[in-house]
T-cell receptor, first 111, second 113 residues
Framework: SQQGEEDPQALSIQEGENATMNCSYK?????LQWYRQNSGRGLVHLIL?????REKHSGRLRVTLDTSKKSSSLLITASRAADTASYFC???????????FGAGTRLTVKP | DVKVTQSSRYLVKRTGEKVFLECVQD?????MFWYRQDPGLGLRLIYF???????EKGDIPEGYSVSREKKERFSLILESASTNQTSMYLC????????????FGSGTRLTVV
């Protein structure tokens, strides 16, 4: 499978701290996307970064992409209890535009 | 906002039954997808469709089929349900192949007994 892999599998932090999650993939990509999933629900699209971009911001989210290392990171600043969820990266490859998802990082933000 | 609606939130079926999972989107999206989600395995692509009456196999199509008779509706069919098909099934749609984010439904948790 060409799916990305998130690291760590689980992360627990205190409210107000920053959370960093990483994603690695294996082949060249068109873009990389991050999604959030609250327990037992569907995924919600957070941010898309294209292969020619290095960094993107959206509110408290910051995504970086390093195509030479085939990796991406998602930073959530000033975390809140409501950020507790699973976070997935998804990759769209050049020869196949259908996205593949990793197993996710489970983030717990303690109040 | 685009909405993707999955017909059932929870479903319990018996082994050997034919099962239909329905998905409807209301924003005229060309592309629709079916994934299953299992603990530790993430989301795995079962089938997808880029147009009406068109379908393509994903990574794990065995035991499944799909139907897309209308643009807004994409159905996943379990021809003869088995216990290893117990899973969360997620439908998604998108405006273009992968240049835009996917919009997901809330999921159907299927249990096969």
């Amino acid at each position: 499978s060409q799916q990305g892999e998130e690291d760590p599998q689980a992360l627990s932090i205190q409210e107000g701290e920053n959370a960093t999650m990483n994603c690695s993939y294996k082949t060249s990509i068109n873009n990389l996307q991050w999604y959030r999933q609250n327990s037992g629900r569907g995924l919600v699209h957070l941010i898309l970064i294209r292969s020619n971009e290095r960094e993107k911001h959206s509110g408290r989210l910051r995504v970086t992409l390093d195509t030479s290392k085939k990796s991406s990171s998602l930073l959530i600043t000033a975390s809140r209890a409501a950020d507790t969820a699973s976070y997935f990266c998804a990759t769209a490859f050049y020869n196949n535009n259908d996205m593949r998802f990793g197993a996710g990082t489970r983030l717990t933000v303690k109040p | 906002d685009v909405k993707v609606t999955q017909s059932s939130r929870y479903l319990v079926k018996r082994t050997g039954e034919k099962v239909f999972l329905e998905c409807v989107q209301d924003m005229d999206h060309e592309n629709m997808f079916w994934y299953r989600q299992d603990p530790g395995l993430g989301l795995r692509l079962i089938y997808f469709s880029y147009d009406v009456k068109m379908k393509e196999k994903g990574d794990i199509p065995e035991g499944y089929s799909v139907s897309r008779e209308k643009k807004e509706r994409f159905s996943l069919i379990l021809e003869s349900a088995s216990t290893n098909q117990t899973s969360m099934y997620l439908c998604a749609s998108s405006l273009s192949r992968a240049d835009y984010g996917y919009t997901f439904g809330s999921g159907t948790r299927l249990t096969v007994v």
